[in-house]
Every structure is written in C-alpha cells, then in structure tokens.
C-alpha cells in the first residue's frame, strides 16, 4: 500500500471506547494526565486494591497481576462477554526465579506458584474470577509488544467481536535480571476496550508500519543505553496527551500512531 510516496506494510484501524490505568502513585485520571504532560520514570510499591474481585483470588495475584487486573476491571466497568488480550513483555517473571531457586535448592514446587508463572495468569484468574466464557489471549512482543497487541486486538475485531479489551502492563525487572535491562522498567498496567473504527463512538485511532532503516535501527539501540522507558508508556502518554502522531522505531520497524478526528 502506498501512502505519501511510501511504501506501507500493513495498517489498523479502531476506536477506543473507554479506557483505564494503574500504577504506584498514580491512581485518578488526574494523575494520569499531570504524569502524560511531563512523563517521569515511575516507582514506588503498593498493591492496587482489585476491590472487584473476590478475595480468595485476588489474594492469589501477584503485584504486576493486581495491576493489570485493576486496570481491566474499571475499564470495562462490569461488561461481560468481551475477548481479552493482555500484554506483558517480561509477564511473572519474579515467580518463575522463584521457582527456579527452589527447584536449585531441591525443594518442591509450589502448585499454586506454578500456575500463577505462566504468561497468561492476569488472563485466567480475570475469566474465573468473573465466570467469563469469552476468549482471552496472552502475548509478549519484546519492545514493540503493544503493537503487537493491538494487531491481535483488531484481528478479534475483524472476526466479528464487538468490542476487545487490551491490558498492557509490566513492572521492575527481578534483581537477578537487572543487568540484562534495555530499557528503564517501570510499573504500570492500563486497558483499552476497542471497538471497530466504523461503529466506534470514542477516540478513533490507526496504526501503520513498515520496515525502519538501518539510520533508525541504530538510533534505537543507542535509545537503549540511554534508558528509554517502555514502549507501553510511550503509547500510553501518547494518548492521554491527544497528541495527533507518535513514531516509534522499535524490532526493525517504525509503528506509526494517528489519532483521527471525527467526520
């Protein structure tokens, strides 16, 4: 497809009927927009409160899980039936060193930490939780994860779902891990519920790609040791500024964000 002379891989479009996020320190929209204007790096702990759902599972959540279950419960505010996608780059990883160092210790494994490692733990524990029959994906993606994400949010979306709800969330690197780090990890969760473009009543987006050059490739990996922060948390300030573009090079490929106005 071209588009201004260039050549375009691929592209999806859609609107964003609500949204919702969570992160330590940063728990109203207000907070929200004051962190988009002048985005810091995000610390701190506490565990979001997940009031929605039953103790004896919440209980089960880990902090990063907590988030991303936060931000999905206020986001489709007690609609049910709606596929999900929830996205983590590193997803339980805390747990599974745990698992690992108990398994190096010759101790048993913990059933219940075992369950609660795999990438789509948030996911399950939000179907049970809420005896949601609807499907559910996990995925990570590396740097580009949220685009990713989005492509799999848009693909339910043109196999006939109404509406899709997409988490994206992550936190701090276990200690282990910190020295591998490529970007400055921070803690935060939000959601998007998606609708088609053309039926859409909210924020109408679109996202295109193509192949990024080998000037923009390097530039990324010089963006990685200077302490980028998540490409989650870059889509995120984009969208809560209403910004109308946002490039990013990321997994040899530049993501190309638009919002659109309304006709």
Known sequence: MLENGEMKLGGVRFSIVSDAAWAPGLDTAAAWLGW????YAIEGS?????AAMPAMLRR???????????????CLDGKTGVPTVFCSRHGECARSIELLADLAQDQPLSPTSFSLSVHNAA???????????????????????VEHAV????GLLADGAPEVL??????QLPELFQEFQDCLEQPFAWAWLMSAESVGSGHRMA????????????????????????GGLDVLAFYLRSDRELVRNADGRRWCWERHAHD
């Open 36 to 39: 988009a204007a002048q985005p």
């Open 60 to 74: 089960r959540a880990g902090a990063m899980g907590k988030m991303a279950l936060e931000a999905a419960y206020r």
């Open 207 to 230: 996202l295109s790609w193509d192949g990024a050059g080998q000037d923009e490739t390097n530039a990324m990996a010089q963006e990685s040791n200077n302490g980028r922060q998540p």
């Open 151 to 154: 492509i799999e949010a848009c």
């Open 46 to 50: 506490g565990d979001a409160a997940v």
């Open 123 to 145: 996911a399950g524990l939000f179907s049970i939780a809420r005896k949601d029959q609807a499907s559910h994906t996990a995925l990570a993606a590396g740097h580009s994860g």
């Open 166 to 171: 997409l988490v994206v969330y992550d936190c």
